[in-house]
């Protein structure tokens, strides 16, 4: 019995596969082609199809209610409960699949890259790309670090798993289980790579406030004079496009931690969407769909010339590529950079009602923090098929275990203690809402956030919002500079009909206060009080 071998039974994880550990990118794709699991591109990516479950399964995600989660957990539609004895069934009838399993992959990987703030974590797969995939996304251990390796948690990944509703507990034939006490996760009857990244992103954020660490979903990167600048956003909303710029170094795009001396990368790569893609728009992300180590998810390819349409959606909206992270220009060697000097709220506004850009007080931001404002985005969830309002709390709900105001205190003090300047980005659209005007300009959103990062923004005049009471400045050179007509600052004027902005502008204001009755009681005055104003004359 191989070493591996010996420790997946120790774990009470038997199985006569040959199992292959930690495999390097070569081997998994090769693996994944001789498996029939994919197919090479013409400059050679890995292309891959992820069948009907093209996002993540929200309703099918469940936390083990348990001693250790009764009181820790935020149970309600967002963490919907599993009780032991179900989970008992469900294990012990994922064990059984192993021992079905003729070959299975297995990565030793850690999520966090800050040494004492990370988690280790083994995945366990049946699909060679799978593992290629979190391979990818987590952070990799060097080899001194694989031969003391002890995993804390452990991720077994079966698509061909079917759940059964009635034994399971379950939805459907899909789960993603989460057994805090046992640090077991399971994930079955979906392809869709991205439970795998997202259930170690629930771990950090249930582990981490308890050592008053702020874990974050967002992008983050830093300026030629050391400062941080961190993006918060939900899918879509432009949180790896925007935080991948070639004059700022990156050190991640999706998920990370604020600790006491550092912003850290929770990945060691990179998940972007890939839809639309366009190598003018989003050079350094194009060019990773052109690499070899590259696993893009759904993307449409010509099989004769092996080219790739990424306006193509006949698979999915929600088309995605994987790469690791130091294939974009100018990362962070060590996937970590200094305590933030800038918060970036990013939200994409269906209405067309929210300014391209407000700069926000410490209250302002944590009221639209705990918000979590934006629009669903087609295609990342099952079930969504065109953008919609919604409220995130967070801007990321999904994946937050514990009380939304666990979250926000935490952010608050960070940026009390920092004096960090805070923003919000609208990257939605203007001059309508949605289906009436079109999306916010990516050449105007770049030019406002690089004038407010570089403080550009910090000696213009500023307007009082009507309904929102943020600051929105009123002249700003750079847009002219880059022949952005400047009355794409004031939403109100880019719609034909006034009186129906202003009516669409209290709907959203309604929206928000109906949204934030719930945390009323877990904030201080200041925050109630940045809440948007109803009835107010534009």
């Known amino acids: 019995m191989t070493p591996l071998a010996q420790s997946l039974a120790a774990q009470g994880i038997e199985t006569p596969a040959t199992v292959h550990p930690n495999l390097g990118t070569s081997a998994l794709v090769e693996a994944s082609i001789a498996a029939g699991e994919g197919k090479l591109s013409k400059h050679g990516a890995l292309v891959v199809q992820t069948g009907a479950k093209t996002g993540r399964s929200a309703k099918d995600k469940f936390i083990v209610r348990d001693e ?29 699949a192993v021992k079905g399993k003729d070959t299975l992959y297995v990565a030793d990987l850690f999520g966090g890259s800050q040494p004492e703030h990370r988690v280790n974590v083994r995945v366990i797969n049946e699909l060679a790309w799978h593992n290629l995939f979190i391979r990818t996304l987590l952070v990799r251990p060097t080899v001194d670090e694989l031969e003391s390796f002890e995993p804390e948690y452990t991720i077994i990944d079966l698509p061909t798993f079917k759940a059964d509703p009635e034994r399971h507990g379950t939805n459907s034939e899909t789960v993603i289980a989460v057994n805090l006490t046992e640090k077991l996760i399971l994930i079955g009857g979906t392809r869709y790579a991205g439970e795998m990244k997202k259930s170690v992103f629930g771990i950090l954020n249930y582990l981490l406030p308890t050592k008053g660490v702020m874990p974050m979903h967002c992008s983050a990167n830093i300026s030629a004079d050391g400062k941080t600048a961190v993006f918060f956003g939900l899918s879509g909303t432009g949180k790896t496009t925007l935080s991948a710029d070639a004059s700022r170094t990156l050190i991640g795009d999706d998920e990370h931690g604020w600790s006491d001396t550092a912003v850290f990368n929770f990945e060691g790569g990179c998940y972007a969407k890939m839809i639309r893609l366009s190598e003018e728009a989003e050079p350094e992300i194009y060019a990773t769909t052109r690499m070899f180590g590259t696993v893009l998810e759904n993307v449409v390819m010509d099989e004769e010339t092996r080219e790739l349409d990424f306006d193509d959606n006949s698979l999915a909206e929600n088309t995605r590529g994987a790469y690791p992270i130091h294939f974009i220009p100018n990362t962070s060697e060590k996937n970590l950079g200094p305590v933030p000097s800038h918060v970036v709220m990013l939200t994409a506004d269906a209405f067309g009602v929210l300014p391209p850009i407000a700069r926000l007080t410490p209250d302002q931001a944590m009221y639209h923090f705990l918000s979590g404002y934006t629009a669903k985005v087609a295609g990342t969830e099952i079930g969504v098929t065109e953008p919609e309002a919604t409220f995130s709390t967070c ?39 949605y289906g009436v005007g079109s999306r916010m300009p990516i050449k105007a959103t770049r030019a406002l956030l690089n004038a407010a990062l570089d403080g550009e923004l910090d000696n213009v005049e500023f307007r009082k919002d009507p309904n929102f009471g943020f600051d929105v400045p009123v002249n700003v050179p750079v847009l002219a500079a880059a022949g952005i007509d400047q009355t794409i600052l004031d939403p109100r004027s880019t719609w034909n009909d006034k009186a129906e902005y202003d009516a669409t502008a209290q709907k959203l204001v309604k929206l928000f206060i109906d949204n934030f009755a719930e945390f009323e009681a877990h904030v201080d005055e200041g925050v109630r009080n940045a809440a948007p104003t109803k009835n107010v004359a534009a």
């Open 395 to 433: 801007f990321g709900a999904p994946f937050m275990p514990r009380h939304p105001s666990v979250y926000g205190n935490l952010l608050k003090e960070r940026i009390a203690k920092g004096g960090v300047q805070c923003w919000l980005l609208n990257t939605g659209w203007t001059g309508g809402k």
């Open 68 to 96: 250790t989660t009764e009181d820790t957990v935020w149970w309600g539609k967002v963490n919907a409960s599993m009780t032991p004895e179900h989970f008992a069934n469900l294990k012990a009838d994922f064990m059984a």
